[in-house]
């Protein structure tokens, strides 16, 4: 059994999804491991991680509309505002998805889907730099 553990440090310029895939692609490359799971961790309560279509970029732009819809900016919706009026919007939207993935390694590469790739969602305004903690298990 092998395992490798790594943090990917993700700049983002305000909300929207960030395609996280090639890094993340390129590191599981160079680990010795063939047949595993793949753990991709975000270390942060304002955004998360989505598996998605990586084709039309429409899906994403309708992803986005919708948690706006479900989770608007709103002074008078929310009590919890320290950081400014998305700041509860990025909690909620956050607990809706997942800061938290598995994705099955196969012949060294991930298992992802023709049209599927994987983001980092920012759900705060202003820029960040995030952390994803990668933990890979699997046989050589």
Known sequence: ????????TVSTSGQGLYDVTAPIRRWVADQNVQRGLLTVWARHTSCSLLVQENA????????????????????????????????????????????????????????????????LYEHRAAPHQRELVLHLIGDA
């Open 1 to 8: 059994m092998q395992q490798g553990h790594h943090r990917l």
């Open 56 to 119: 039309d970029p429409d899906v994403r732009a309708d992803l986005e509309a919708f948690f706006r819809r479900v989770a608007p900016e709103s002074e008078r919706l929310y009590r919890h505002d320290v950081e400014g009026p998305d700041d509860m919007p990025a909690h909620i939207r956050a607990a809706l998805t997942t800061t938290s993935l598995g994705v099955p390694v196969e012949a060294g590469a991930l298992v992802l889907g023709s049209w599927q790739a994987i983001y």
